[in-house]
């Protein structure tokens, strides 16, 4: 049995540049993915990051 952690965060990276993936529910995802846009039931006010540089 694998064990895979209840949340993770997935990222692709190069000297330059970092892409993170987000998933989100089927209900904001499906409609997202179909329409190339996010729903309105998605609010860009619920979504917060911090990213720190290495120093």
């Known amino acids: 049995m ?3 952690p209840q949340r993770e965060i ?3 990276h190069t000297d330059n540049t970092v892409t ?3 998933a989100y529910a089927p209900a904001i ?5 179909r329409d190339g846009r996010f ?3 998605w ?4 979504m917060t990051w911090v990213i720190k ?3």
């Open 39 to 41: 729903p309105a039931a």
């Open 29 to 33: 995802g499906v409609p997202a993915a």
């Open 53 to 55: 540089p290495r120093s």
């Open 20 to 22: 993170v993936y987000q």
């Open 10 to 12: 997935r990222a692709l």
């Open 2 to 4: 694998t064990h895979h």
């Open 43 to 46: 609010k860009r006010d619920q």
